[in-house]
T-cell receptor, first 113, second 113 residues
């Protein structure tokens, strides 16, 4: 079945540091890939997505590239801010209309001033 | 703006009680989902629905049931609450088309004593 593996956390960085959060997946066919973010006290919201190989999703300074050859979708940001402190989830959608989203376990990012 | 509303932010119930968690979306979305979120386990899908009166089991349906009598409302029911159902419950909705993002509510923190 489908699965998403995220690197172990939590991650603590200083403001303006470079961020990489690793995500790899297993899926049949050609899945779409997503990053969701959960700020404290809130539900999840879509951060970015990529729907085919070599696509790059980007939003709010975050980027992730869909790498079919390595089955990866790593999240990067060049300079993190305190406001980026949140839980980040990688996810994939592999099927048709009645398919479901498969999430990774999430990773907590804390950015200190 | 898209809005998914969960009826309670915090709920405390006793073991054996019947518990109803309500979710309403105002976006005319076909798909609705219930997840539970636990530390170290990420998000796990309980049930989802792709149309009124339709439901599909997710990964962990045991001990839960759902009801979708109207398109905008999706209820999660714990027939006889147990302490291992203490968790954060997240409702989400989406359009039925592929790659449509999920829109989440802010969650209900349920404690079963």
């Amino acid at each position: 079945g489908d699965s998403v593996t995220q690197m172990e956390g939590p991650v603590t960085l200083s403001e303006e540091a470079f961020l990489t959060i690793n995500c790899t997946y297993t899926a049949t066919g050609y899945p779409s890939l997503f990053w969701y973010v959960q700020y404290p006290g809130e539900g999840l919201q879509l951060l970015l997505k990529a729907t085919k190989a070599d696509d790059k999703g980007s939003n709010k300074g975050f980027e992730a590239t869909y790498r079919k050859e390595t089955t990866s979708f790593h999240l990067e940001k060049g300079s993190v801010q305190v406001s980026d402190s949140a839980v980040y989830f990688c996810a994939l959608w592999s099927g048709g209309a009645n398919s479901k989203l498969t999430f990774g376990k999430g990773i907590t990012l804390s950015v200190r001033p | 703006d898209v809005k998914v509303t969960q009826s309670s932010r915090y709920l405390v119930k006793r073991t054996g009680e019947k518990v109803f968690l309500e979710c309403v979306q105002d976006m005319d979305h076909e798909n609705m989902f219930w997840y539970r979120q636990d530390p170290g386990l990420g998000l796990r899908l309980i049930y989802f629905s792709y149309d009124v009166k339709m439901k599909e089991k997710g990964d962990i349906p045991e001990g839960y049931s759902v009801s979708r009598e109207k398109k905008e409302r999706f209820s999660l029911i714990l027939e006889s609450a147990s302490t291992n159902q203490t968790s954060m419950y997240l409702c989400a909705s989406s359009l039925i088309t592929r790659n449509s993002p999920l829109h989440f509510g802010n969650g209900t923190r349920l404690t079963v004593t």
